[in-house]
């Protein structure tokens, strides 16, 4: 697609802005692949329908212009070449798989955004210094293959290909097969593609900008993960002859931890969580004093060194509320995902473009892991956040608003051309 503008109608690049109808048009266009019944998307990893969403997205890429490339792990990567294209690219990016009961916008958003960042470039027949590149990563949800956010943990060597490869679903089809089976196995090795920046663009997925009517959200980082398993003991015995004083109550005990894990949260604002969405009592029987609570806690804060501090309280509060019941506690770190702050010049081009386009903003923590986790590792990276309806995703009633979407885009693109370099 070669249109010769005349210089003089060539907008200053500060004037550019993408153009959201088209935009809002691929993203129910591309919605359609997987529709449920009540609005949503069902579009699972490697399957046919996802099969069907990444070559409606690669059709869209090529009509664009771009070169395609997809790794081993079935990674997408879209590529608009630059004047330098010595230099590694600006990639933006996310995914395009979807939870069972998924959205319109999770991941299709940063998916699309950056499709239309390229439209709006050839538009406009603006050259960038670096080349730019969209991507798509491989099962970031990972509701039907373990791990979560697969493509771009083997891009990042976080886990090897084969680990990757060998996953299986519920009904014993391995990754390898499947990716194989939809024809995403592409040649290029994971992880050899070189990358100069990342931005990701995503709903926001919480509550956070909606509750503070704010367009943008300024990400800064990714909330550290702390996930403990939690076991109470006492002692089973009848709730009726059994008197107050001479009980063994595991689930007493437990609730007193349960009330503090939510106190421990409140004394590390703002960004401190916790939460137990797991119990199990045994034996669970109406009559029966419970003799053994197991349950899940998970800490999270915006900092490992907070995360730590919250992990100290736990501790503490376990030791004294089983020397003060009598009765054993142990508690069992499961998991650990350090805290992930992006690269402060990335933050500060994402605030710099909101800015400049007068978008109402403010700085935010993702407490979701996203593929920009991952390339935080191997590069500069930064995320867009834009406010989702009610903060609710991974739900089929996920909604966004469409001047929102073209603005969390247009900041994508003010940023990109800010590490691209315009010619
Ligand atoms: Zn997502």
Redesign the pocket.
Known sequence: MSTVIDRKTKPAVENLRINGERLWASLMELAQIGATPKGGVCRLTLTDLDRQGRDLVLKWAREAGMAVTIDKIGNGFMRRAGRNNALPPIITG??IDTQPTGGKF??NY?VLAGIEVVRTLNDHGIETEAPIEVAFWTN??GSRFVPVMMGSGVFAKAFTLEHAYAAKDTEGKSVKDELTRIGYVGTEEPGAHPIGTYFET?IE?GPVLEDNDKTIGVVTGVLGIKWYDCTVTGMEAHAGPTPMALRKDALQVAAKLMQEVVAIAHRHPPHGRGTVGMVQVHPNSRNVIPGRVKFSIDLRNATDQLVDKMDADIRGAVERVSKESGLPISIELVSHYPAQPFHPECVQAVGRAAEKLGYSNMPAVSG?G?DAVYMARLAPAGMIFIPCKDGISHNEIEDAKPEHITAGCNVLLHAMLERAGVA
């Open positions: 996310s995914h999770d991941g940063g970031e949800e995503h997925q979701a996203h």
